[in-house]
């Protein structure tokens, strides 16, 4: 068994620094900022507001973070495939891969519903305040479930590194 070349080591280590980052991304958008933003004196309009900001940025960031994390454990997975040094971690990484992208698919199907609700909102607040606040909750539970798709990424990452 040969050791890993220091372009495997690279891609590696950037899947799972992405996978993980990704990960954390997502919990601190949970766990952090959708409770800050539903104080109870923050208005239906400054919530909304506030929440289409958190969202347009995770628009923006969380797939290329996913994707960078998935192009480099699919390079790794490769390279182990087709090598010597230890053909049996491939199927890690390409699981690693897809717990990272795995964001994309999850979003599109458990939460576009909210999603598309909260975005009619922030266009035309025409729901009750509870309703609102409801939809956020909604929201950052199903962001906290989807937080952990890229941390098998990570684990999977880790597995195959080790």
């Known amino acids: 068994m040969t050791s890993p070349s220091t372009t495997v080591r690279i891609c590696q280590g950037l899947g799972i620094t992405a996978s993980s980052f990704l990960a954390g991304t997502l919990y601190a958008a949970s766990t ?54 230890d053909t049996r971690v491939w199927k890690s990484y390409v699981a690693a891969a897809v717990g990272t ?27 009750p305040e509870t309703e609102i606040r409801g939809l956020v909750e909604n929201w950052a539970f199903l962001n906290l479930v989807r937080t952990g798709i890229p941390v098998v990424g990570t684990a999977l990452g880790l597995y195959g590194a080790l």
Do not use: D, E
């Open 101 to 127: 992208i795995g964001i994309v698919p999850f979003t599109l199907i458990f939460m576009a519903s909210t999603n598309n609700t909260l975005l009619a909102q922030v266009a035309k607040s025409t729901l």
């Open 32 to 85: 952090i900022a959708i409770p800050t933003i539903l104080a109870p004196k923050t208005t239906p309009s400054l919530l909304l507001s506030q929440w289409h900001t958190i969202y347009r940025t995770g628009m923006k960031i969380g797939p290329t973070i996913a994707l960078l994390g998935a192009v480099n454990y699919l390079s790794v997975a490769w390279g182990a495939y087709n090598s010597t040094y």
